[in-house]
């Protein structure tokens, strides 16, 4: 039997859609029920409540070796520019371009025949002036014998006396000019003043040079020892300073790009300039190195590290470490009561694989070694001992550096 619905289809969807909708917030409204109720039972999941997992270390004090790199170059141990006293025509050059010369050695060999004939002038005059003091002096002597008798007046034995030393003052005069011909004629020859590595010669036989010209015959270079200087900051400087108070020589070792290693021979550290360079802000250091195999030219850049001796030091690992926005060093330590708090660090350098640290921490602290990126200031923290890893371990072990 047929029985016709008083409703139509639209009527029915609606009446449909209203009774979802009933459902629906009856749910809503239990589980608001069932929040608010005292039975929580992930509330514990929350940052504030539950405590954060971390692994964390102790902060310890070590001997390390501390040194300090420094860019260096090369400068030589002596420098002389050869150049004539006298002016004439070289006859000869007797040394091969590029070899090592000998202090004392002889280089060139200038036409010294004007000098030999202003040498045996020189002689001549010299004895010119030795026999004309002889009669003056014979004659002061007669003179004054007469004088006592009133033969001759006093004004003549005054001067015969002052003719006696006149010619002694030619004798002088002579003498020096026989020396100044000794020394024009020495300078004929022309010698190495230091011991080194010589270079290309300007000038040829049959030159003529004149003296103390501006243009050098040549040049000789001593680089066994060699300099290194090493610019640093004068605000670096005072810290190195410091580190030296000790004194004592500092050994210096060199590393050189292109070769592997370290140069063979340590140099020691000997002495800095006293001003700042205005242009730069800094003070220029100088080591001397060893260089019996001319190994090190000059002119050469090269990596110095400064060795400042083996004293304790504060080490906090890299990994614990991380930068601020701002730049500094930051680490994460734990407190008594397990609270978490960011500290700033001042590094002095690296030694290994840790930040060797000035302030920040100090030995005994511990610090969060992994899971600080979970962490917020103050936030509760379950921590555990921190083991490294066999990475870690394997790490290679560097000299300390206090250079940033």
């Known amino acids: 039997m047929h029985v016709h619905s008083p409703f139509g289809p639209r009527d029915r969807r609606r009446s449909a859609l209203m009774r979802a909708s009933s459902i629906l917030t009856a749910f809503s409204l239990v589980a608001s029920l069932a929040a608010c109720s005292g039975d929580q039972p992930h509330a514990g999941m929350t940052m504030g409540s539950r405590p954060v997992p971390v692994a964390v270390s102790t902060v310890v004090t070590e001997p390390v070796t ?25 006859t000869k050059r007797l040394f091969e371009e590029g070899s090592v010369v000998k202090a004392g050695q002889q280089l060139y060999q200038i036409d010294d025949a004007s000098y030999q004939a202003t040498l045996q002038r020189a002689k001549a005059e010299l004895q010119r002036a030795e026999a004309a003091a002889k009669v003056a002096q ?65 000038i040829t036989e049959g030159a003529l040079v004149t003296a103390n010209q501006a243009e050098a015959l040549t040049r000789i270079t001593q680089f066994d020892p060699i300099y290194v200087d090493m610019p640093q900051s004068s605000t670096d400087y005072l810290r190195l300073q410091a580190e030296l108070r000790s004194g004592g020589k500092q050994p210096v ?3 050189i790009d292109g070769l592997e290693g370290i140069y063979a021979h340590t140099g020691y550290l000997q002495s800095s ?19 019996p195999d001319h190994r090190l030219l000059p002119g050469l850049f090269v990596r110095a590290r ?17 930068r601020t926005p701002q730049g500094s060093l930051q680490v994460w330590t734990v407190d008594g009561d397990n609270r978490a708090r960011p500290v700033q660090l001042e590094s002095s350098g690296t030694h290994g694989d840790s930040w060797l640290v000035t302030s920040g921490v100090r030995e005994g602290d511990t610090i969060v070694m992994e899971g600080y990126q979970k962490l917020a200031p103050g936030a509760s923290v379950q921590p555990s001992p921190w083991e490294a890893t066999a990475s870690r371990n394997a790490s290679p072990t560097e000299p300390a550096l206090t250079a940033r």
């Open 306 to 322: 400064i060795s400042l001796g083996e004293r304790p030091a504060v080490l906090v690992p890299q990994r614990a470490a991380v």
């Open 66 to 90: 501390l040194t300090q790199e420094l860019p260096g170059r090369t400068v030589a141990f002596k420098v002389a520019e050869i150049r004539p006293q006298v002016t004439g025509i070289v």
């Open 253 to 255: 070792k060199l590393a």
């Open 138 to 202: 014979a004659r002061m002597e007669r003179l004054a014998g007469l004088t006592q008798s009133q033969a001759v007046s006093k004004q003549d034995y005054e001067d015969a006396q002052a003719t006696f030393e006149q010619a002694n003052a030619s004798i002088a005069s002579a003498r020096a000019a026989l020396r100044t011909a000794e020394i024009d004629l020495q300078y004929t020859k022309v010698y190495s003043p230091i011991s080194g590595r010589i270079g290309v010669s300007k």
């Open 273 to 291: 300039d006293v001003t700042v360079d205005e242009s730069t802000g800094a003070v220029r250091l100088r080591a001397l190195f060893p260089n």
